[in-house]
C-alpha cells in the first residue's frame, strides 16, 4: 500500500479523505479516500478534510464518512455528534 499524504504543502499527515471539484457545477465533493489516487482529485487528512471550507459561491457536498471507513484509520476524533443524535432518537 502506498502511505498517501494530506495535500497540504505544510501538512505531513496521511490522507484520508479525497476531494474533487467541479467547476462547471462551482461544487465540491469530498468522500472516503479514493483507491487510486486521481489527478483531478486532492488527498486530505482528517483535520484538513472535516475543517474544509468551500470558495464563496462554491458548494460543498460531503459522502457519508464515518461510517463507510473502517480499515486503518479508526480514530473517528468527531465531538458530540453520535451522542446528540442517540439522544433525539431515545426521546
Ligand atoms: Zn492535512
Known amino acids: 500500500m ?3 499524504l494530506c495535500s ?3 501538512c505531513q499527515r496521511p490522507a484520508v479523505y479525497s476531494l474533487t471539484y467541479d467547476y ?3 461544487s465540491i465533493a469530498i468522500g472516503p479516500l479514493s483507491l487510486e489516487a486521481d489527478p483531478n ?3 486530505l487528512c482528517q483535520t484538513h ?3 474544509l ?3 464563496s459561491g462554491w458548494k460543498l457536498y460531503r459522502h457519508d464518512l464515518l461510517r463507510g471507513v473502517n480499515a486503518g484509520n479508526g480514530m473517528p476524533s468527531t465531538t458530540g ?3 446528540a443524535d442517540s439522544h433525539r432518537v431515545r426521546q
Open 81 to 83: 455528534s453520535d451522542s
Open 49 to 51: 478534510g472535516e475543517h
Open 53 to 55: 471550507t468551500p470558495p
Open 24 to 26: 462547471q457545477g462551482c
Open 8 to 10: 497540504k504543502t505544510t
Open 2 to 4: 502506498h502511505a498517501r
Open 41 to 43: 482529485s486532492y488527498d
